[in-house]
């Protein structure tokens, strides 16, 4: 038996023995380093179902253990192939580790592995409860460049400055509404494939986190951009 020369592979049998290798990472009959399964995502490749409410000392453990495993060091006398494979596999354990132990980033390569995140795709609306705010904020921001650019007097500056704080806070309290939001939906989606639901319902869960994802960003947005005006003056 040759080594392997991908990392991917759609044979359920090790390279080198044949023996079925249950999509483990080493073969249980003989130990050597296998290439992925096909289709294989992030959560697969920590042996963990696609559920959102992920306990972080568990992945953790899991990353250190596989970390230690694949890593290079341990094939340094092996053939080309096989040090290769613990090279890719080791980079895909370190993007797999970084995707999941962050919340968000968890849910948005949920929705990429189903095909629902395209981020980038159009300017992002405000949301409706927020509209006011938006408007309000941005003509600050308005006021506040057009004070600086006139040289206006230290007391106009701060109190422009005191108007965009409150609104950053303000803003920062939404952006940890969403927050919960987003663990509520999470929830609910776990809950759904420990309970079999039908596909119709998962897709308007998925839909429902896309859309608070997308509030998020749209916030998020905004309390960098006043951040970074409020550092301009
Ligand atoms: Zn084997």
């Not at 370190?94 to 995707?99: Q, S, V």
Request: with cysteine; aromatic share 6%; charged share 25%.
């Amino acid at each position: 038996m040759s080594a392997p020369s991908t990392t991917v592979t759609t044979s359920a049998n090790c390279w080198s023995c044949n023996a079925a290798t249950g999509g483990a990472h080493f073969c249980p009959a003989c130990g050597k380093i296998q290439p992925l399964q096909k289709g294989t995502d992030y959560f697969a490749f920590f042996g963990m179902p696609q559920k959102l409410t992920i306990d972080l000392a568990t992945i953790e453990q899991r990353f250190h253990s596989l970390s230690w495993k694949l890593h290079p060091d341990h094939f340094a006398r092996a053939s080309e192939d096989v040090r290769q494979l613990s090279l890719d596999l080791s980079s895909q354990l370190n993007d797999a580790y970084r995707t999941l132990r962050d919340p968000v980033a968890r849910v948005e390569y949920l929705l990429s592995l189903n095909g629902l995140r395209k981020e980038g795709q159009k300017k992002q609306q405000a949301p409706p409860e927020l509209l006011e705010e938006v408007f309000e904020l941005n003509e600050s921001l308005d006021e506040l460049r057009e004070t600086r650019a006139s040289d206006g007097s230290a007391a106009q500056m701060a109190g422009l400055r005191a108007k965009l704080e409150s609104a950053q806070l303000k803003f920062e309290s939404s952006l940890a509404d969403v927050d919960q939001e987003l663990a509520r939906v999470s929830a609910d989606w776990d809950a759904a494939l420990d309970s079999a639901t039908e596909e119709s319902e998962k897709k308007k869960l998925m839909e429902r986190m896309n859309e608070v994802l997308n509030r998020r960003s749209y916030i998020r947005n905004l309390v960098n951009g006043v951040r970074q005006e409020l550092e301009g003056t």
